[in-house]
């Protein structure tokens, strides 16, 4: 739990993704937690296979936007990336001072399938996919207050009362641990 009290917003901003054909755009937040800066983003990169290209592009736009945070800040990534690991590997992997925290914390299992449409039938398909398509992504400050993964699960594996999941895709819940 978060007490209101305990952050302060210090700014937003939407940055666009020029060549989206899907009108996805990247979101900000600068905030200062306890004396420590952090930079929250979140998108929802372009959906299917055949953009791979677009979803390329928008991963290298929110990558530079990690780059360019303060080194004094901590800058955490999330939301529902489309990605698959080739176009990770095909830009050359993420910047070695930034972590997939799926991986930094051992690839739990449990949490490996973000869309799985052996589970979830909300899109009612006749086929199943089991991808990782739900990520997020943490680059540590150098120095100061450290916020650093501990652990990991999925939300929204229970069927509301109409019988449905709340998405096709189930969410990412992060613990952190904050040390000041």
């Not at 989206?20 to 990247?26: P, V």
């Not at 592009?57 to 303060?70: F, G």
């Not at 095909?90 to 949490?111: F, Q, R, T």
């Not at 909300?122 to 916020?147: C, E, H, P, T």
Request: charged content about 25%; aromatic content about 8%.
């Amino acid at each position: 739990m978060l007490k209101k009290s305990r952050v302060k917003l210090l700014k937003t901003e939407i940055i666009p993704f020029p060549s989206t054909s899907m009108m996805r755009n990247l979101l900000t937040v600068q905030a200062s937690f306890c004396g420590i800066e952090l930079h929250l983003m979140t998108s929802h990169l372009e959906s299917t296979k055949n953009h791979s290209g677009e979803r390329i592009n928008q991963l290298k736009t929110v990558l530079t936007k990690i780059k360019e945070a303060p080194e004094t800040s901590i800058v955490i990534f999330g939301g529902d990336t489309n990605l698959r690991d080739q176009e990770v590997a095909k830009i050359g992997g993420l910047p070695s001072n930034v972590c997939d925290i799926w991986e930094y914390l051992g690839k739990p299992e449990h949490c490996r399938y973000t869309w799985d449409t052996k589970t979830n039938h909300n899109l009612q398909v006749n086929y199943v996919s089991r991808m990782r398509f739900d990520r997020v992504f943490f680059r540590a400050s150098k120095g100061g207050g450290q916020i650093i993964p501990q652990n990991m699960d999925l939300i929204g594996l229970e069927k509301l009362d109409c019988g449905k999941f709340p998405s096709d895709h189930w969410g990412i819940y992060c613990d952190f641990r904050v040390v000041l």
